[in-house]
């Protein structure tokens, strides 16, 4: 499982995190523990995110490593460096806030060039790379306004030219487009990945949105009640997920808890109710495991679908246009919902059918992925 | 543009308000500015002539016959003015640090802490001086404590001084200056000081770049509360200063109750509060700074 992590070169480690953990005290007593042993290894030039639910412990894993919580076991490097009593601002590390973060005081050109300033850089440098950065995030002209005469997408540009300026080893952005809509929050995403391609510096994003996370990131943590789930590249946790949390908080799908019988070259997945489930070869027979099929991977069969076909049968409940995609929700027997996607021509098959009528649903058995029992993230 | 209908409206809410501020207000107010320009009566009360050498006494064009000019008033001024600045100086030293301290604990705590400064004021501010007295007099419980204690050997002076005068006043005037501060400590972003740290500004440069910058209003506000009290005050300096320290406040009480010389006391009034309109004028134009600011 965490075979990419093992063949990690250490020399190649931009940030690690070893075992780390931070417990709270609860307002209403008690203790909250927010990170509960999470490591974590970024490699140059790379784009991390941190991906979970609310209350998963992203944010504290984040400001662990920026220096603005203390660990109460294990540590952060930061370029090999233990930084175990390193104030924030000995850190080579920027971050980009959720609400921006800044000085209301202070122009857009000030903002930028504060890191600049409090470091003693010589006045025409200083100047020269403020307005190289501005440039370089289209802000130029916009040197002398204050934060509260520009847009949302404005400031949050000034936040990432203040924090990149500093040429920091480690860019941290906690949610930063959780505050703009939708259109600005796609194409921001696409600028900050070719911004992070371009300067080569690691980027650490925290974020609960699974389609954010997936669309930008060489790498996702998915975290999970103080624990990383699994560390993978987007396409591994989507078709192919560690853990059942994963499959879950990643995309749609229909998950199949089960038993594998048959034989090991055409096995089944028998579900505790009786679902039959055609799956790839790969796990040995009476193992417990669950079966993931999204959307995308199920459409109507052909005629006479042969053996490296899977087929379900399932009540049509509703067919659902959504422009690039058309989906089918379809009820199962033992009252599970599946939903089917097809791709290609399998559309116009499947929207004739009436809603209420059972439809027969199929799907390639080599690509199927089963998550074994031991991996439900328990 | 506001309708007839919501003039009359608005006429009629605020009549209280102006009849209360014309007559309690403007009223004593033109009338203090009328006398400065009357000519004092032989036996207290006023002739109604027109007579400038009010001012020409204090600030230096009496002619020597009716009145002298003495560079004493000017002198007490500057006096007051620096005793003033001096006690704002003091009280922002203490309430600044204290409302940086009060605005980190967590809330219950604040609301008590807030509740004890105000505590204060449900006691006459007299008897509250009297108590300075007897804790500063030769035989208080200051001198006796430190003789107690060995750190001295004979009582020192202190009450009937400056030190004393500042003391009080310092003390009266501290929730002036922590209430303002504090407000605006507490509205203060803690995430821009988070910014400031991770941008790489040590503690003490996000404290001169950051905090003081954006806690500059409260500061000014708490400035012009302390100093205009300070100022005029001259019940501080009656009990606390005896007859050595006097201020603008106490000559004004003077002439007033004791010479009756009501047009002289009436220009020094006036004088006092050109002085303090100057201060609210500087006051205005630092928060109109610090609005194009951050509006």
Not at chain 1, 294 to 311: H, N, T
Request: proline content about 5%.
């Amino acid at each position: 499982m965490r075979v990419d992590e093992e063949a990690l070169d250490q020399e190649t480690s931009i940030a690690e995190v070893r075992e780390a953990v931070k417990r709270f005290a609860a307002p209403e007593g008690g203790v909250v523990t927010a990170l509960n042993g999470v490591s974590l290894k970024v490699r140059e030039r790379e784009f991390v995110t941190l991906l979970g639910p609310s209350g998963c412990g992203k944010t504290t894993l984040l400001r662990a490593i920026s220096g603005f919580e203390e660990l109460d076991a294990g540590e952060v490097r930061i370029a090999g460096e233990p930084m175990g009593g390193v104030p924030p601002h000995l850190r080579p590390v920027n971050t980009v806030f959720q609400n921006y973060a800044l000085f209301p005081h202070l122009s857009v050109g000030d903002n930028v060039g504060y890191g600049l300033d409090v470091a003693g850089v010589a006045r025409t440098e200083r100047n020269t790379r403020v307005g190289e950065t501005l440039e370089r995030l289209d802000l130029g002209g916009y040197e002398r306004r204050r934060p509260d005469q520009l847009s949302g997408g404005q400031r949050q540009r000034v936040a990432l030219a203040r924090a990149i300026i500093n040429q920091p080893k480690l860019l941290l952005l906690d949610e930063p487009l959780s505050a703009l809509d939708r259109n600005l929050r796609k194409a921001m995403q696409l600028e900050l990945k070719a911004l992070q391609h371009d300067l080569g510096i690691c980027f650490v994003f925290v974020t609960h949105d699974q389609e954010e996370a997936l669309t930008m990131s060489d790498r996702v943590a998915v975290l999970n009640g103080g624990r990383i789930e699994h560390v993978a590249a987007p396409e591994t946790h989507y078709y192919r997920p560690a853990t059942r949390f994963v499959a879950e908080f990643i995309g749609d799908g229909a998950l199949f808890p089960g038993r594998i019988e048959g034989s090991a070259e055409e096995p089944m997945l028998v579900t505790a109710d009786g679902l039959r489930f055609a799956v790839a070869p790969g796990m040995a027979v009476g193992e417990a495991a669950t079966l993931l099929l999204r959307p995308e991977q199920l459409g109507a069969p052909p005629e006479s679908p042969d053996g490296s076909l899977g087929v379900v049968e399932a009540r049509l409940e509703q067919s659902v246009f959504l422009g690039a995609s058309h989906q089918f929700v379809c009820r199962m027997a033992n009252g599970a919902i599946i939903t089917a996607a097809p791709t290609g021509g399998g559309a116009e098959k499947l929207s004739g059918v009436a809603y209420g009528e059972t439809v027969r649903l199929a799907y390639r058995r080599d690509q199927t992925h089963l998550i074994p029992e031991a991996g439900d993230g328990t | 543009m506001a309708r007839r209908g919501d003039t009359r409206r608005l006429a009629f809410l605020l009549a209280p308000a102006s009849v209360f501020l014309g007559t309690c207000f403007i009223g004593p107010l033109a009338v203090m500015m009328l006398y400065s320009f009357l000519e004092p009566g032989l036996y207290g009360g006023v002739e109604w002539n027109f007579y400038h050498w009010n001012y020409g006494r204090i600030l230096g064009w009496a002619d020597g016959e009716w009145e002298e000019f003495d560079a004493v008033y000017v002198q007490i001024f500057l006096r007051s003015a620096r005793l003033a600045l001096t006690n704002v100086a003091i009280t922002l030293i203490i309430c600044y640090p204290a409302a940086l301290w009060v605005s980190g604990l967590p809330a219950r705590w604040r609301t008590l802490v807030v509740f004890l400064i105000t505590l204060p004021f449900f006691v006459s501010l007299v008897v509250r001086l009297f108590a300075w007295v007897l804790i500063l007099r030769p035989s208080g419980f200051l001198n006796s404590s430190l003789l107690g204690l060995g750190l001295i050997s004979e009582p020192i002076d202190i009450i009937f001084t400056e030190t004393a005068v500042l003391i009080g006043m310092a003390y009266i005037l501290l929730p002036f200056m922590f209430l303002p501060i504090y407000a605006s400590v507490e509205k203060l972003d803690r995430s821009l000081l988070e910014a400031s740290a991770d941008l790489g500004a040590s503690p003490l440069q996000t404290f001169f770049r950051v905090t003081l910058r954006l806690t500059l209003p409260g500061i000014a506000a708490g400035a012009v509360l302390v100093f205009i009290p300070s100022l005029g005050n001259f019940i501080v300096p009656d009990i606390l200063g005896g007859a050595k320290v006097l201020m603008i406040g106490n000559l004004v009480e003077q002439q007033f109750l004791s010479a009756r010389n009501w047009p002289f006391g009436a220009a020094l009034s006036v004088m006092i509060m050109i002085v303090m309109f100057a201060a609210i004028v500087l006051y205005l134009r630092a928060i109109g700074r610090q609005e194009e600011v951050s509006p």
